[in-house]
Structures are given as C-alpha cells and as structure tokens.
C-alpha cells in the first residue's frame, strides 16, 4: 500500500520540481473482517435503484492520504442470467448512446449477479515473482482482457520487477505464463500477453456515456482470496480525479465508493451494461488526523485507451518521449482553484513562454487545474515539441501563454 501525506494537511511544503512528486511509502492493506462474507443477493429488477508484507506483495496499494492496490454485446439476456427481466439491458450504442454524443438517458438498474457473469470471462488473476530492492517476492493483482489473441491490461505496479508473470483464466485450474509486451509507470498501466486466440475480451465504455450517480461494479482478486474474483457494487462518485505517486501523478480518473482491496490492481470497474468503465488502480484511507471512507479510484477508459494505444506502440519499439516544461510547482492553500508557479528554471520552456514564480495556472488547453497534480499530469501526456495553451492568473490579471515543451535535459 502507498502513502501519501493528505494534501490539505497543515503546513506549506518544499516545492518541488514538477517531474518529481512527493515520495510515497509502501505498507500492507489490511484485509477486512467481512471478506469472506457472502455476497448479497442482487436486487429484484423492480425495487432497485441501484496484501501480506514482503515477500509476497498482495497487488500495492497507495493511499491518499491514497493507497494504490499492488491498489460483442452484453447480449439479449446477460449469459442467461436476466432471464427474470422481459426486457434486459441494451448495449449504451443501442440506447440512444451515440460515439461522441452526449448521453440523455439513464442506465438500468444494475443486476450484479449478471453483469458479474458476463465479464467473468474477461477478467484473469495475474501472479508474478518480483526482484525488487527489498529481495524475492511475489506480486497479486487482476487484468482485463483487451483482445481474442491474449492481449490483457493490467496495473504496471502489479507486474513491477517480475522476473515471471503467471495469468489464470476464469474457469481455469492451471496459470499460463505470460509476456509483459510494454510498461507506463508514470500512468499505471502495462500490457501482457498469453499466447493462444478466441479469448473473451472485454467491452470498454464510451468515454462521454459516464455520468456521476451510475452504478458500478468492481471485480477483481481480493486479497488473493480462493475461487471466483470477488464483485462489489457502488456507484461513480467523481469524474476526473487527479491523484500523486511515487512516478507521477494519475489523471483522468474515476472516483467511485465500491470497496476495492489488495489484489483489485488492474481488475475492471464495471458499468450497468457490462462495459468497463475504468482500470481500478487506488483507494484512499484515513489516518490519525485524516478521515477517508469508500474513496476509490480507477483509470477511466477515456484515459486508458489511448495510453494502451501507446504501450502497443512502445512494445513495436516506438519510444515516446514526454514532453518538459521545466517548473516547480506548489498547491494552492487559499481555497483557489490552480496550481502555483513556484520556481521557474532558467533556460527552459517555461522560462521562454514568459511563465514567472508566483503564476497560477488555472487551465491548460482550457481544461482547468486542479492542483500541481493536474499540470504534471497534463504536461506529461505531451511530447517534445508540442505547444501547450496556459491561462494563468498573474495578480488579478488572467493571462494566457503559449509554451513549446522541449526533451527532458539529460542529468
């Protein structure tokens, strides 16, 4: 599990360098007492509304205060499972869900039983055995399986330092050994594969469908607990969250309340439909001075399909470099919206554009900032050459500027 001091704690802290975060902690996610309570049984249709320490890592976690956990169609009857309901759920393209369009209507009511039948076959447990810094051990979490030739997505913190990574397939007894094809640290995901063909892949969302308030189902290997994965409901609490690790920070994601646990890194989050909304990647927890409850996050889809576009890419052997604005940055401690210029190096974009220590960055390519989190995420999904839109606000005065982000220089 990984710790990050809560951002709002008392205090102003150091500022630092974009490129470099606030350095988190690995501890154990404890299991919880219930977690091998049965299920309960899904609604009617007509009422709802909807680790072990070192040396085996049971899938991370990162606490937020965040702890990461390392955290066709859906067809007529949902795998025979809807046979109770006249008229089952149809595919979001087929309720009035065009690509690109803005959703008008509301999703049905989730059957979790059936929507957790029908992904079942998509959603594999990943075992790997790690040399890491601390010695031999073992790593546990969950993927997805993205195509019918054994392409699975998963969290690259699973798969971190494997010397061997094993994929067991729903229904199976046997793991098959799989090939890690590319790796992105800094957005958490990696892409393995196992060879074979006619495999079920998963169904992903369009990106624009989510709404806040949809229901959601997480499913994946809890805390390496025997048998089938393990399946909770809740609902999307947030969109477009921003969260700081130890080689970035994460964008794009989905909040959501559905308990994940140790062992849930990489497995699907799952909408009404059967279509997967988000990689779950992290879960927030409470400390002595922080309270943190049912806050979870998972990599959205709109933000995980081009990402796996680019680990494609990088497994053919094309490198992307990511873009440098050269800036340290601070948060905002006033209630304001932004992130705070806290440092500008000399010779860098930054410095070139005009950008000065004390700027607030309010927006980039007009989608607003949150925090520091938010321009290390947005300037790290650029690349070298690429010219970045700011608004800043400078005194009372809203400024916009133009930045080229340059290569990395080398240290």
Same mark, same amino acid.
């Given at each position: 599990?990984?710790?990050?001091?809560?951002?709002?704690?008392?205090?102003?802290?150091?500022? *630092?360098?974009?490129?470099?975060?606030?350095?988190?902690?690995?501890?154990?996610?404890?299991?919880?007492?219930?977690?091998?309570?049965?299920?309960?049984?899904?609604?009617?249709?007509?009422?709802?509304? #909807?680790?072990? +320490?070192?040396?085996? +890592?049971?899938?991370?976690? %990162?606490?937020?205060?965040?702890?990461?956990?390392?955290?066709?169609?859906?067809?007529?009857? %949902?795998?025979? #499972?809807?046979?109770?309901?006249?008229?089952?759920?149809? #595919?979001?393209?087929?309720?009035?869900?065009?690509?690109?369009?803005?959703?008008?209507?509301?999703?049905?009511?989730?059957?979790? @039983?059936?929507?957790?039948?029908?992904?079942?076959?998509?959603?594999?447990?990943?075992?790997?055995?790690?040399?890491?810094?601390?010695?031999?051990?073992? *790593?546990?979490?969950?993927?997805?399986?993205?195509?019918?030739?054994?392409?699975?997505?998963?969290?690259?913190?699973?798969?971190?330092?494997?010397?061997?990574? +094993?994929?067991?397939?729903?229904?199976?007894?046997?793991?098959?050994?799989?090939?890690?094809?590319?790796?992105?640290?800094?957005?958490?995901?990696?892409?393995?594969?196992?060879?074979?063909?006619?495999?079920?892949?998963?169904?992903?969302?369009?990106?624009?469908?989510?709404?806040?308030?949809?229901?959601?189902?997480?499913?994946?290997?809890?805390?390496?607990?025997?048998?089938?994965?393990?399946?909770?409901?809740?609902?999307?609490?947030?969109?477009?969250?921003?969260?700081?690790?130890?080689?970035?920070?994460?964008?794009?994601?989905?909040?959501?309340?559905?308990?994940?646990?140790?062992?849930?890194?990489?497995?699907?989050?799952?909408?009404?439909?059967?279509?997967?909304?988000?990689?779950?990647?992290?879960? @927030?927890?409470?400390?002595?001075?922080?309270?943190?409850?049912?806050?979870?996050?998972?990599?959205?889809?709109?933000?995980?399909?081009?990402?796996?576009?680019?680990?494609?890419?990088?497994?053919?052997?094309?490198?992307?470099?990511?873009?440098?604005?050269?800036?340290?940055?601070?948060?905002?401690?006033?209630?304001?919206?932004?992130?705070?210029?806290?440092?500008?190096? @000399?010779?860098?974009?930054?410095?070139?554009?005009?950008?000065?220590?004390?700027?607030?960055?309010?927006?980039?390519?007009?989608?607003?900032?949150?925090?520091?989190?938010?321009?290390?995420?947005?300037?790290?999904?650029?690349?070298?050459?690429?010219?970045?839109?700011?608004?800043?606000?400078?005194?009372?005065?809203?400024?916009?500027?133009?930045?080229?982000?340059?290569?990395?220089?080398?240290?």
């Amino acid at each position: 599990m990984t710790t990050l001091p809560p951002p709002d704690r008392p205090g102003s802290p150091e500022p *630092s360098m974009w490129a470099n975060p606030t350095t988190i902690e690995l501890t154990p996610h404890e299991p919880r007492p219930d977690a091998t309570a049965p299920p309960p049984p899904p609604p009617a249709p007509s009422t709802a509304d #909807r680790r072990r +320490r070192w040396p085996r +890592r049971v899938a991370l976690g %990162l606490t937020l205060v965040v702890a990461m956990i390392g955290a066709g169609a859906v067809g007529a009857m %949902l795998q025979n #499972r809807l046979d109770a309901d006249p008229a089952p759920p149809q #595919r979001a393209s087929e309720v009035a869900l065009d690509i690109g369009a803005e959703r008008s209507d509301s999703l049905p009511p989730i059957d979790v @039983a059936a929507v957790a039948d029908f992904v079942a076959p998509s959603v594999v447990t990943i075992s790997a055995d790690v040399e890491g810094p601390l010695g031999s051990g073992g *790593s546990i979490g969950t993927g997805v399986i993205t195509t019918s030739d054994g392409e699975i997505l998963t969290n690259a913190h699973v798969v971190e330092d494997a010397t061997e990574i +094993r994929v067991r397939l729903a229904g199976e007894t046997e793991p098959r050994l799989a090939t890690l094809l590319a790796a992105d640290a800094g957005n958490d995901l990696a892409l393995l594969r196992i060879a074979g063909d006619d495999f079920v892949p998963a169904t992903f969302a369009d990106p624009e469908s989510m709404r806040i308030g949809d229901d959601v189902v997480a499913i994946g290997f809890a805390l390496d607990l025997d048998g089938a994965p393990s399946v909770t409901q809740g609902i999307v609490s947030a969109l477009d969250r921003t969260i700081v690790t130890a080689s970035g920070a994460l964008d794009g994601l989905v909040q959501t309340d559905a308990a994940i646990s140790s062992g849930n890194s990489g497995g699907p989050l799952v909408n009404a439909l059967g279509e997967v909304v988000g990689i779950n990647t992290a879960v @927030a927890r409470g400390d002595a001075t922080v309270a943190a409850t049912n806050i979870g996050f998972a990599i959205s889809v709109g933000e995980a399909l081009p990402i796996v576009e680019s680990l494609r890419e990088q497994a053919e052997g094309e490198v992307r470099d990511e873009g440098y604005l050269g800036v340290g940055l601070d948060d905002r401690r006033d209630g304001g919206q932004g992130a705070i210029i806290a440092q500008v190096e @000399a010779g860098t974009p930054a410095a070139a554009a005009g950008l000065e220590a004390g700027d607030i960055v309010i927006a980039v390519e007009g989608s607003a900032i949150d925090g520091g989190a938010g321009l290390v995420a947005a300037v790290r999904d650029q690349e070298p050459g690429d010219e970045l839109e700011i608004q800043i606000l400078r005194g009372s005065e809203v400024i916009t500027i133009t930045v080229v982000l340059t290569d990395r220089p080398e240290t």
